[in-house]
């Protein structure tokens, strides 16, 4: 099992949710947490640095506090698709690409980047021309460009989370390269204090219709636990992978025996 005592990893979205929960089980293992997140976490986290992921100039002045090396990014953070578009496609997807490609040269020797995509964005493979067109940019201002000039159609959460996986996994040679990894989480719904925003965006009824089908829906410990799999050394061969931790529910949507939901 690998050991995580004393090792470094940066963690966004840590003050709540999901981020608050990977936080928590890293340091009771005696890793150090260097917290990137709006808000002040409560765990005992080593290092706070406030961030406005929706602003690239708040983004590089974290950089500069990032000194050193790690041994992971676990990009936790993300938004709902009851913000602006823009504020979603900033926070869920062009600062996730911009922060993972800044501190490439700061992972350590077989160190890893993990992304909280989604299951929302089950549909990629429908828009991966377009996608693809999006990733292809080169600065996370031409992203933004890029995004004003082509708007999408439908919940731009959806379309953010899409934008991560396909990433994600056309990164997984690249990294290979560099001796690093990257992979990708893909939850369904999960009880987090923005859980009421999905239901929202993404219709109450659907969400209720999810969790009559599993009986509940995922607590953060269900997801932190995948998350700490893909950035631990017994993940050592996974790379590019976008795994779904949804109870089973997407299995069946793929093949037919559920209807896709409409979200």
């Known amino acids: 099992m690998t050991d995580f005592a004393g090792r470094r990893y940066v963690v966004t979205g840590a003050a709540s949710g999901i981020g608050d929960t990977v936080a928590r089980k890293l340091l009771a293992a005696g890793a150090e947490v260097h917290s990137l997140d709006r808000n002040e976490p409560t765990a005992p986290v080593t290092r706070h640095i406030p961030v406005d992921l929706a602003d690239v100039a708040s983004i590089d002045k974290a950089l500069v506090e990032l000194d050193g090396e790690y041994d992971a990014l676990l990009n936790v953070a993300g938004v709902p698709g009851t913000l602006p578009a823009d504020v ?25 980047v993990v992304i909280v995509s989604s299951t929302a964005g089950f549909q990629w493979e429908k828009r991966l021309g377009t996608i693809m067109e999006l990733l292809a940019t080169d600065t996370y201002e031409e992203a933004v460009d890029w995004w004003e000039a082509n708007p999408q159609e439908g919940n731009s959460y959806n379309f953010s989370k899409e934008c991560s996986t396909v990433y994600t996994m056309t990164m997984g040679l690249a990294l290979s390269e560099m001796g690093l ?80 939901p409409e979200i």
Do not use: C
């Open 88 to 112: 979603v496609m900033k926070v869920n997807t062009f600062a996730v690409r911009y922060l993972t490609e800044s501190l490439l040269g700061q992972l350590k020797e077989g160190g890893n």
């Open 181 to 260: 990894r990257i992979n990708a989480v893909l939850p369904g719904p999960v009880e987090t204090p923005i859980l009421a925003d999905f239901e929202e965006s993404m219709g109450k009824d659907t969400l209720n219709g999810l969790k009559e089908l599993l009986g509940r829906h995922a607590t953060p410990d269900d997801i932190a636990e995948a998350i700490l799999f893909l950035a631990s050394d017994e993940a050592r061969w996974i790379n590019g992978h976008p795994m779904i931790v949804d109870g089973g529910v997407s299995g069946s949507v793929f093949t037919g025996l559920v209807p896709a």
